[in-house]
Structure formats: structure tokens, C-alpha cells
């Protein structure tokens, strides 16, 4: 099953600028993915722009980068991560090393969340919404029906952005709660934060009610080039 990876990396300086050691850094391993990608899965698209290998910076905290990626499976992601190569190109990040910091975020969500043609005006959005939503395991159910039961009205109020959301599949099964992550575009943070006040927000507001917690954050892309 393909999954969207998810990598938050902290930074120990405020972006922008992005430091040029860690731009560098970072586009270099995206062409080394890139190659890596195609000799291990030769019949799959691997070019970064097919797997929207995209990044963001946060808007609340800008010191977080996030990026995403297309997998064919978690266990493929973690392949690359092990592989000889990626470990050399971590082994040379010199100056770099001493600007990111240690407290990196992964987790990976099931299906497509920007990557295929049905997808790809996420990336163009001016700003997105990450909403991870943690849920009581015994509720997981009662909240996939719930939340498909009122997210028209999620993706009416936010149309013509779109709408995409998944089941985190590496969650920890020692933990007594499950992660659905949901993904929209926005014009603006002030429309997204306008969606209380809109009609219909009430109903759609029902499935907080089967939340243990919820963090929201908001990303703008940028390009390493």
C-alpha cells in the first residue's frame, strides 16, 4: 500500500533564510533519493516531482521544516534511510549537522496525499493545514464514520482547495491511540481559522467529541533551489 511520508526537522536557526550548508545539504540528498529510488524500485516513478518530494516551512514555529514524499510502502522508506547511501550523504552533512537538530518528527500516512494527478493542487495551495488527530482506540471506528459522514461539509466550505486525509500505519501499537492525519489547502490561515464561524462548523465540530487530542499547523512550500 503506498504511503506519504511525513519528516519534520527542527532547526536551531529561524527560517527564512534557510542556512546554505543545510539547503545544500538537503538538495543534494534529494537527487541522491532520486537515483536510489529508481535503481531499487525500476518500475515505479522516481523523480521527485512524481513522488512530490515537496518541502514546507511552518508558519507558527518557522524553525520547522517539513517534507513529504510518495512510498510504495513504510518499509520501503526505511530501506532508503538504512541504505549505504543515505547513511554516506548523512555522514557529510559537516556544518549542516550542527544546525538541525536531533528532535526530528516521522510518520508515515496510507495512500496519496500529494503525489497523482488528483492530488497535485495541494501543492499549489498558498498555505496548508496538517491536523494529526489522535483517537482513542476504542473510537476509531465510530470516528471514521462520523468524519466521513461530515466531511462534505469540510470540503465544501474549503472548495477550491482540496481536502485529503489518512490513517498514520507506523503508529506504535504499545499506545492506547490511533492517528488520523488530515491534510487541506487554504487561500489564507484566516480562512481556515473563519471555519468555527461558518454554517455548518457545529455539525462538522461533532467528531472533536471522539478526540483525545489534536495539534494543528500551518506550511507554506518552498523550493531548495
Given at each position: 500500500?503506498?504511503?506519504?511520508?511525513?519528516?519534520?526537522?527542527?532547526?536551531?536557526?529561524?527560517?527564512?533564510p534557510l542556512p546554505d550548508p543545510v539547503r545544500t545539504s538537503l538538495a543534494a540528498a534529494t537527487r541522491?533519493?532520486?537515483?536510489?529510488?529508481?535503481?531499487a524500485f525500476p518500475s515505479l516513478p522516481s523523480s521527485a516531482a512524481a513522488r512530490a518530494l515537496v518541502?514546507?516551512?511552518?508558519?507558527?514555529?518557522?524553525?520547522?521544516?517539513?517534507?513529504?514524499?510518495?512510498?510504495?510502502?513504510?518499509?520501503?522508506?526505511?530501506?532508503?534511510?538504512?541504505?549505504?547511501?543515505?547513511?554516506?550523504?548523512?555522514?557529510?552533512?559537516?556544518?549542516?549537522?550542527?544546525?538541525?537538530?536531533?528532535?526530528?518528527?516521522?510518520?508515515?500516512?496510507?495512500?496519496?496525499?500529494?503525489?497523482?494527478?488528483?492530488?497535485?493542487?495541494?501543492?499549489?495551495?498558498?498555505?496548508?493545514?496538517?491536523?494529526?488527530?489522535?483517537?482513542p482506540r476504542a473510537n476509531r471506528g465510530s470516528f471514521e464514520a462520523k468524519f466521513l459522514e461530515v466531511?462534505?461539509?469540510?470540503?465544501?466550505?474549503?472548495?477550491?482547495?482540496?481536502?485529503?486525509?489518512?490513517?498514520?500505519?507506523?503508529?506504535?501499537?504499545?499506545?492506547?491511540?490511533?492517528?488520523?492525519?488530515?491534510?487541506?489547502?487554504?487561500?489564507?490561515?484566516?480562512?481556515?481559522?473563519?471555519?468555527?464561524?461558518?454554517?455548518?462548523?457545529?455539525?462538522?465540530?461533532?467528531?472533536?467529541?471522539?478526540?483525545?487530542?489534536?495539534?494543528?499547523?500551518?506550511?507554506?512550500?518552498?523550493?531548495?533551489?
Open positions: 500500500m503506498p504511503v506519504t511520508e511525513f519528516a519534520l526537522l527542527h532547526l536551531t536557526t529561524t527560517f527564512p541522491l533519493q532520486d537515483s536510489w529510488h529508481a535503481t518541502w514546507f516551512s511552518q508558519v507558527e514555529d518557522p524553525s520547522w521544516l517539513m517534507t513529504t514524499a510518495k512510498w510504495d510502502s513504510v518499509t520501503a522508506h526505511w530501506d532508503w534511510i538504512r541504505s549505504e547511501e543515505n547513511q554516506a550523504v548523512m555522514g557529510q552533512l559537516g556544518e549542516a549537522k550542527s544546525i538541525i537538530s536531533q528532535d526530528t518528527v516521522l510518520f508515515h500516512v496510507g495512500g496519496e496525499i500529494f503525489s497523482g494527478a488528483s492530488n497535485a493542487a495541494l501543492l499549489e495551495s498558498p498555505v496548508i493545514s496538517v491536523e494529526r488527530m489522535f483517537i466531511n462534505g461539509i469540510l470540503e465544501d466550505y474549503a472548495g477550491p482547495d482540496l481536502v485529503r486525509f489518512g490513517w498514520r500505519e507506523d503508529i506504535d501499537e504499545s499506545l492506547e491511540e490511533e492517528e488520523f492525519v488530515l491534510v487541506c489547502g487554504w487561500e489564507s490561515i484566516e480562512r481556515h481559522l473563519a471555519f468555527v464561524e461558518s454554517q455548518g462548523y457545529a455539525r462538522y465540530g461533532e467528531i472533536r467529541n471522539l478526540l483525545a487530542r489534536v495539534d494543528v499547523k500551518h506550511y507554506k512550500r518552498f523550493s531548495l533551489e
